[in-house]
């Protein structure tokens, strides 16, 4: 019995088929991005769009130590304030004032000391717990600048609100690499998303060094930060424009169709969309067609899969696997990310093709509808995803034959679209192929783990359905940390090595049914 279940285990090991949220990394600050006497001014709009005032924030040193300056104008009411920061970038001390009120923050090592200053000269203390990773909700949009920003980043810290006394978790999240426009000029940045409490604020950061804040966008009230000028060093040119309320600086009026990516598009038509949405459905036809098997047990391991995932996409969001914001399981180390990952797809998929062989497939028993019953089960999967990508890539293709001026674009999304295209061209060529392959690797292990379960209930050996569970298990886990480790390319040599060996083991399990596998019909 063990050398039977080895093959399947063997395989799973191999194999990776989801995939999962990226875990967040240690929060981990880089040296200061910026020189003294660098200053940044930013116009302030409201929700409407129009300009409330002016934000600055200007760069000192003290003692050795950084001193953040900022000035905040809105509709005539100024909020000023400092934060001292060490040499790593975490605050000594920090204070505000806004409408006569004053609140000040001392930093120690166990606990930070908040005082507010009513407008009246009334004085109240309090002390909050300190935490290696608390910044002063007062430095945070600046100090930003030094985190490690790239595609796919996340990572979390404190953020101490003094006026408040509140210590609220922050989760960064980089979403993707877009092309900005602001009063200060066009750049590439990261756009990144931080999330506390059910709030989302948004934030735009230059890709290129000193990584300045060129936008930021405030969740709660509305209000936007957008650069206009800028001076690097103390002694240095003012940048951007000085005037307020300048409009962008427009991109040429001449549009000029970008290049695609021609490669790329023709692996996806050629390979990609044929292996994920035709050969599922021509694997069962072919099986409907030799008598094998029929299409309602086809589209009933189909129907399996999308129930599974009524459980198991709930779930992953309950225990955050899922979800803009990382958060519970998410925050984990990678390998016990990977392993929760995997036991939550094992569980919810297995259980779900359990039920549906053992209850509502009884009269439809054996190894063909068992090799059915997969294939339509990793079907579904690979279509859905199939259509999707090729929906996206029609999209580009259209977008691209357009002319922009009869679909109302202005001069800042012609260049939005010229970054788009210009990010696509760096694509490797191979990747859709990779993308169909994985789905084709994916399909042997669902026809494999079907078969499994179903040998299991026939020979009624209850460990069977363990196995199944621990071996999908697996197969997910391996995805989650061979993404984040090996990349795409080694995890789809696994994927093929895996494949072969579930294939294997389909044909050593069919040899024990006694059912013979030729290519004119099947003999039962």
Avoid: K
């Avoid at 967040?24 to 930013?42: C, D, H, I, K």
């Amino acid at each position: 019995m063990f050398r039977r279940w080895a093959w399947a285990w063997v395989a799973v090991l191999l194999l990776s088929g989801c995939t999962m949220v990226s875990p967040a990394e240690p929060f981990q600050l880089s040296e200061a991005p910026w020189q003294v006497g660098e200053t940044t001014v930013y116009d302030v709009l409201g929700r409407d769009g129009q300009r409330l005032g002016e934000a600055t924030w200007t760069w000192t040193r003290h003692d050795g130590e950084w001193l953040q300056a900022y000035e905040i104008v809105v509709s005539g009411s100024a909020t000023t304030g400092e934060v001292l920061v060490d040499s790593e970038l975490f605050p000594i001390s920090s204070w505000r004032e806004t409408s006569g009120r004053r609140s000040e923050a001392v930093y120690g090592a166990d606990d930070v000391t908040i005082t507010s200053i009513a407008a009246d000269g009334t004085e109240t203390t309090r002390n909050v717990n300190a935490r290696p990773d608390m910044l002063d909700n007062e430095q945070t949009l600046q100090t930003q600048r030094a985190l490690p920003l790239a595609e796919g980043y996340r990572t979390v810290y404190t953020d101490l609100v003094p006026s408040t006394g509140a210590a609220v978790r922050m989760n960064v999240n980089v979403t993707g690499r877009e092309q900005v426009t602001v009063p200060a000029g066009v750049f590439a940045a990261w756009h990144v998303e931080m999330s506390a409490g059910g709030v989302t604020h948004e934030a735009w950061y230059d890709v290129d060094p000193p990584y300045l804040m060129l936008r930021y966008l405030n969740g709660t009230s509305g209000v936007e930060f957008r650069l206009r000028a800028w001076q690097p060093a103390e002694g240095a040119a003012m940048q951007g424009t000085t005037e307020p309320g300048t409009e962008p600086p427009s991109a040429p009026a001449d549009w000029q169709r970008p290049e695609l990516n021609w490669p790329y598009l023709i692996a996806s038509f050629l390979v990609q969309y044929p292996l994920m949405i035709v050969l599922p459905l021509l694997a069962g036809w072919q099986l409907v067609r030799r008598e094998w098997a029929t299409w309602g047990v086809f589209w009933a391991g189909a129907l399996t899969f999308v129930l599974s995932q009524v459980v198991h996409l709930p779930l992953n969001w309950a225990i955050g696997l899922l979800g803009q914001t990382p958060r519970g399981v998410a925050l984990w180390p990678l390998p016990w990310l990977a392993l929760v990952a995997g036991l939550s797809a094992g569980l919810c998929e297995t259980l779900a093709r359990w039920v549906a062989l053992r209850w509502a497939m009884r009269r439809t028993r054996g190894f063909q509808n068992a090799v059915q019953f997969g294939l339509g089960h990793g079907a579904v999967e690979a279509v859905l995803l199939g259509l999707i990508a090729l929906s996206g890539t029609i999209n580009i293709l259209a977008l691209w034959r357009s002319d922009p001026a009869t679909l109302g674009l202005g001069q800042a999304q012609q260049q939005q679209m010229v970054a788009a295209f210009a990010e696509l061209r760096q694509v490797a060529w191979y990747m859709p192929v990779l993308s169909g392959l994985e789905r084709v690797f994916a399909l042997c292990l669902q026809v494999a783990m079907s078969v499994l379960v179903m040998d299991g209930i026939m020979r009624r050996r209850p460990l069977s359905l363990l196995w199944a569970v621990l071996a999908h298990a697996a197969v997910d886990a391996f995805a989650v940390w061979s993404v984040n480790t090996l990349g795409p390319v080694w995890s789809e040599a696994g994927l093929a090595i895996a494949a072969a060996l579930c294939v294997v083991y389909v044909l050593r399990t069919a040899r024990q049914f006694g059912v013979t596998l030729s290519p004119e019909r099947a003999e039962f």
